[in-house]
């Protein structure tokens, strides 16, 4: 019999290695960790007691969805708009109906155990697609963005569910209003409980502010996460539906930012321990009853997903590629998922083997699925290639005007609206071409010509002009559709100016070899901001700083991703960084030069400075003879070294005032 500490040793280190292998062979780890838990779990090794198995499982569940209801925030949901939420009505509605009617005609189960799993079957997990999103850089890409919209509404039509069953549920030897009285009573118990908590809530965040740093917020938030639990199981509600609303709570108040922060260090933790669980519970004699039919389910299951949400995507109004994107990140089966199942099973409406199947359908599905969403772009690709004419025609009834020497702008995010705008400006003929209707409808009202349509096409990129076009500027967050644009421009116009805006600079080479004539990196671009303001604060001339920025990209950034340089760029920016400094300097009325003769300060032999102006009166008086006498007030123009004129401002400063900058 293992401890538990030595269970938590095993587990861990499982999680250590399988992160270890799967970044070594570029898969998910989300998949090592899943294949982890069945190794070490009951029905592998049996590293791990079984009956440690489901406090593990509950452990992590709690933390995952803490997690996942302190990250879950209205602001994007208010922004969706109706075209999401009918995406997502669509895609959880449709794929509901359709599994609780396999479920009842194939595996012969009654209704309501039916209807709850077909409801847990529609959910998708959100843990996996945005580790996706967030190790390709894509969690700002239209793909990423719709799909996290959606999976929070899913989120919500969990908690739903979760917050239903206990009122649809009967236990055994009790009539349907003893029941629905039961029912009653425990979900008013919990509304009481929340409610209370939305008053104490802000007054503990209070106290947490007062007392402050990281480990006092990280103790709280761990403590709500158990509390939430706790309370929810004494009112006969699951752990993890405590822990997610106590996350919600927490979401909504002044300490979200800084408890989000502390937190996102374990958040990796809390994910392994969860999807080692949920490993573990997979037990392999009830696999090996199903006969091998597992299998085929879980494809099944995993193209029926992508797909359905796919067309609920499109019927949306966005294009087939991006909505192929979203299906296949959307296409696993939710922790969520398994929360209600659980339940189910806890209420008596589901039997150990079918909830065991269910545990392994569930795991399955979240392996599949991280491994077909590492292909989704290419895979994307092609079925939009393969569909294209069955895909709508978003441009049918729109003209596109004739152009010529124009600019073709590739979405209408910041980057492109202010791009726009000052194209607007000065008068360049552009036009916008947009995946979004929502950006497509903002790019209209501010005046622009807009192309509604996907520029990964190359139909669209020809009915944008292409042929006549003096530019093309590909501002769009995905990384895939950028490079796909930026090559086929190329093929059809070999002459034409292309710059392609991207997030990391490990995309500057390849969208270079595919034939972009300039790649903005943001990384490097903001870089070069922070050191310019900080050379403006030293005083260096605003020529010097701008030589400076033209030599880092005129190298491609090399000196500042650490790579070898040119001897004669790296020679020209160390002569450039030693140049002379210009600084001004007010004489204040008590400083120990006033009513003396430049010759008498000799300034430039105690410090190296050299006064080469000042101004007297709001008259200039270059050159300044020696025999000059300094008054209060005077304004020195001084030139030489960073050091030398630290030196200088020493000597025209009074001894017993605080320097500052004038």
């Known amino acids: 019999m293992h401890s538990d500490l030595t269970g938590i040793v095993i587990l861990f280190g499982a999680a250590l290695t399988a992160a270890w292998l799967m970044r070594a062979v570029r898969a998910p780890t989300i998949v090592g960790f899943l294949l982890a838990g069945v190794l070490v779990g009951p029905g592998g090794l049996g590293l791990i007691a079984r009956e440690s198995v489901q406090f593990y499982a509950e452990l992590g569940l709690v933390l995952l969805l803490f997690v996942v209801g302190l990250e879950m925030s209205p602001e994007p949901l208010r922004r969706a708009g109706g075209r999401l939420a009918v995406a997502a009505l669509l895609q959880i509605g449709v794929t509901t109906i359709l599994a609780t009617a396999a479920l009842t005609v194939f595996a012969g189960l009654a209704g309501l155990p039916a209807l709850v799993l077909g409801v847990a079957i529609s959910l998708s997990s959100t843990a996996i697609m945005v580790n996706h999103f967030a190790n390709r850089g894509e969690t700002e890409s239209p793909a990423s963005m719709i799909g996290t919209i959606i999976s929070l509404l899913q989120d919500v039509f969990s908690l739903l569910a979760l917050i239903a069953l206990p009122l649809l549920a009967r236990t055994g030897g009790k009539d349907a209003a003893s029941t629905l009285a039961g029912a009653g009573l425990s979900l008013a118990a919990l509304f009481v409980a929340t409610g209370l908590a939305r008053l104490v809530v802000p007054r503990l965040v209070q106290v947490v502010f007062r007392f402050g740093g990281t480990e006092f917020t990280t103790l709280f938030a761990i403590l709500m996460a158990a509390a939430g639990a706790w309370l929810a199981s004494q009112a006969g509600w699951s752990w993890a539906l405590g822990s997610f609303i106590a996350g919600l709570l927490l979401a909504q108040s002044d300490l979200r930012h800084q408890l989000r922060a502390d937190i996102t260090p374990f958040r990796d933790a809390f994910n392994a321990l969860f999807f080692l669980s949920i490993g573990m519970l997979v037990q392999p004699d009830v696999l090996a009853q199903g006969g091998g039919a597992l299998v085929p389910v879980i494809f099944l299951t995993l193209v029926l997903k992508a797909a359905l949400a796919a067309g609920a995507v499109v019927l949306a109004g966005w294009p087939l590629r991006l909505a192929v994107l979203v299906g296949l990140a959307l296409c696993t089966i939710s922790e969520f998922g398994y929360v209600l199942a659980k339940e189910a099973h806890d209420r008596g409406l589901l039997d150990a083997i079918t909830f065991a199947q269910f545990v392994a359908w569930t795991v399955g599905t979240m392996i599949g699925g991280a491994v077909f969403i590492t292909v989704s772009s290419p895979l994307a690709l092609a079925v939009a290639r393969r569909l294209q004419r069955e895909e709508p025609d978003e441009l049918a009834g729109e003209a596109t005007p004739a152009l010529t020497s124009h600019v073709i702008v590739v979405g209408y995010g910041v980057n492109g609206r202010n791009l726009a705008s000052v194209l607007r400006a000065t008068r360049i003929p552009f036009i916008v071409v947009e995946a979004s209707r929502v950006n497509a409808r903002t790019a209209r009202d501010d005046g622009a010509t807009v192309l509604v349509g996907d520029a990964a096409r190359r139909d669209i990129l020809l009915r944008a002009g292409l042929r006549t076009a003096r530019a093309l500027v590909v501002a769009i967050a995905d990384s895939f559709a950028t490079r796909r644009i930026v090559a086929q421009a190329r093929a059809l116009r070999p002459d034409l100016y292309i710059l392609a805006r ?138 030489g070294s960073h050091k030398q004129l630290d030196a200088a401002r020493a000597a025209l400063e009074p001894p017993d005032v605080p320097r500052e900058d004038p």
């Open 502 to 639: 991207t997030r990391y600079v490990a995309e500057l080479e390849p969208l270079r070899r595919l034939g972009a004539s300039r790649v903005i990196p943001e990384e490097f671009e903001t870089s070069i901001e922070i050191f310019a303001h900080v050379l403006q604060e030293f005083g260096l001339p605003a020529n010097v700083i701008e030589q400076q920025v033209t030599l880092v990209r005129a190298g491609q950034y090399g000196m500042l991703r650490g790579r070898p340089t040119d001897a004669a760029l790296r020679s020209e920016w160390l002569s450039l960084l030693e140049a002379a400094v210009t600084r001004t300097h007010l004489l204040p009325r008590t400083s120990p030069a006033a009513g003396r003769t430049l010759r008498e300060l000799d300034l430039r032999a105690r410090t190296g400075a050299t006064i080469v102006a000042l101004t007297r009166a709001g008259q200039p008086i270059p050159n300044p003879p020696p025999e000059l006498v300094l008054t209060p007030g005077d304004v020195l123009v001084l030139v």
